[in-house]
């Protein structure tokens, strides 16, 4: 099974402060099989990434994917007040086990 | 547009059983994998469960295996989980959630319930 560790836990920010969001994985992710995903209180969580870069349908370009191999990062270039939530990293490179990370919530300054 | 409607949740003793289903709507179901992820009070997400569009293939993550049974009636655009032999630790919200890539399998998902959620406690 892969593991993904997801850092930092918590980011404290700014409102049109930059965030990067970092997800490290134990063996390497095949094929950059990595997504991300928006969470806010209450709701189910929003696909944001797939491919490690490519954004799902309607979400904004603030939000950019990159990485591959072990080592991905989401930025959200200008923090919009609707982008404070918990992030969280998943990997599907190996169809045996679909496996999340911890979680990094971007909290308001 | 695309709806996934859970239910079947509740309280449940350890030991006991409970079904899931989820109700799907505004898209061709048949042609699409689908996914159990759960969520522990205050917790992130865990991945339970798959099943390819027609059935044919199945997975399950460790913690359940021999446990939970994934099932979907393509006719009814519904998919299930039986959920035996509950433990304290299955206590979640659980959503079931589309695979984005149509008749095969992409893994991850493009489209999520609201959940539905279990208590396993005496």
């Known amino acids: 099974e892969i593991v993904l560790t997801q850092s930092p836990g918590t980011l404290s920010l700014s409102p049109g402060e930059r965030a990067t969001l970092s997800c490290r994985a134990s063996?390497?992710?095949?094929?950059?099989?990595l997504a991300w995903y928006q969470q806010k209180p209450g709701q189910a969580p929003r696909l944001l990434i797939y491919?490690?870069?490519s954004r799902a349908t309607g979400i904004p370009d603030r939000f950019s994917g990159s990485g591959s191999g072990t080592d991905f990062t989401l930025t959200i270039s200008r923090l919009e007040p609707e982008d404070f939530a918990v992030y969280y990293c998943?990997?599907?490179?190996?169809?045996?086990?679909?496996?999340f990370g911890g979680g990094t919530k971007v909290e308001i300054k | 547009q695309v709806q996934l409607v859970e239910s079947g949740g509740g309280l449940v003793k350890p030991g006991g059983s409970l079904r899931l289903s989820c109700a799907a709507s505004?898209?061709?179901?048949?042609?699409?994998?689908m996914s159990w992820i759960r969520q522990a009070p205050g917790k992130g997400l865990e991945w339970v469960s798959y099943?390819?569009?027609?059935?044919?293939?199945?997975n399950y993550a460790d913690s359940v295996k021999g446990r939970f049974t994934i099932s979907r009636d393509n006719a009814k655009n519904s998919l299930y989980l039986q959920m035996n032999s509950l433990r304290a630790e299955d206590t979640a919200v659980y959503y079931c959630?589309?695979?984005?890539?149509?008749?095969?399998?992409?893994?991850?998902?493009?489209?999520w319930g609201q959940g539905t959620l279990v208590t396993v406690s005496s």
């Open positions: 959630a589309r695979d984005a890539g149509e008749l095969l399998g992409s893994y991850y998902f493009d489209y």
């Open positions: 505004g898209f061709t179901f048949s042609d699409y994998y």
């Open positions: 099943i390819s569009s027609s059935s044919s293939y199945t």
């Open positions: 063996q390497s992710v095949s094929s950059s099989y």
């Open positions: 491919g490690a870069s």
């Open positions: 998943q990997q599907y490179g190996s169809s045996r086990g679909l496996t």
